[in-house]
């Protein structure tokens, strides 16, 4: 699975409101420097995230932006399908080849890994919170892994998605 610079940078910016403190906010400019990202960037992934809930606003001088939610509530498949471009929709838009549409638009022997993988990808994002990825690299990494070891293997869970 790639994961587009739109997620990563959106999960960036979540990351860097599930930190903060009860009653404090960051406004744009703290979130964008923060990440080294453009403002105009950052004020367009917290208008999609407001948007959908995540995170809301407040404005004036002691205003800024935090979770909606507490981060613990927030998993990685609800962040994912909000900041997501679309890809399985998307595919067989993707790659028509010089024609204008997928010739196997209609039959496609592709398209059940595509959706399969993504179920995969969405399965395993649905048990890891926001509140997970708060802390150093190794300790986020030892988390992940004890996940998957309780989570059944890929080759099962793909065959049961079919």
């Given at each position: 699975m790639?994961?587009?610079?739109?997620?990563e940078?959106?999960?960036?910016?979540l990351?860097?409101l599930?930190?903060?403190?009860?009653g404090?906010?960051?406004?744009?400019a703290?979130i964008?420097?923060?990440?080294?990202?453009s403002?105009?960037?950052a004020?367009?992934?917290l208008?999609?995230?407001?948007?959908?809930?995540?995170?809301?606003s407040i404005?004036?001088?002691k205003?800024?932006?935090?979770?909606?939610?507490?981060?613990?509530?927030?998993?990685?498949?609800?962040?994912?399908k909000?900041?997501d471009?679309?890809?399985i929709?998307?595919?067989?838009?993707?790659?028509?080849?010089?024609?204008?549409?997928c010739?196997?638009?209609?039959?496609?022997?592709?398209?059940?890994?595509?959706?399969?993988?993504?179920?995969?990808?969405?399965?395993?994002?649905?048990g890891?919170?926001l509140?997970?990825?708060?802390?150093?690299e190794?300790?986020?990494?030892q988390?992940?892994?004890?996940?998957?070891?309780?989570?059944p293997?890929?080759?099962?869970?793909?065959?049961?998605?079919?």
């Amino acid at each position: 699975m790639k994961v587009s610079a739109q997620e990563e940078y959106g999960l960036r910016c979540l990351l860097q409101l599930a930190q903060l403190g009860e009653g404090e906010f960051l406004t744009l400019a703290q979130i964008a420097e923060r990440e080294g990202i453009s403002v105009a960037n950052a004020g367009k992934l917290l208008w999609i995230l407001n948007k959908a809930g995540l995170v809301f606003s407040i404005r004036g001088t002691k205003g800024g932006y935090r979770l909606a939610h507490p981060a613990s509530e927030i998993y990685l498949s609800d962040i994912i399908k909000v900041l997501d471009e679309d890809v399985i929709a998307g595919h067989c838009k993707s790659y028509t080849g010089v024609l204008d549409s997928c010739v196997h638009t209609g039959d496609c022997g592709i398209r059940p890994v595509i959706v399969g993988l993504h179920e995969v990808v969405q399965q395993a994002l649905s048990g890891i919170t926001l509140a997970q990825l708060i802390g150093t690299e190794e300790k986020v990494d030892q988390m992940l892994h004890q996940i998957q070891r309780a989570q059944p293997r890929f080759e099962t869970t793909f065959r049961r998605a079919n």
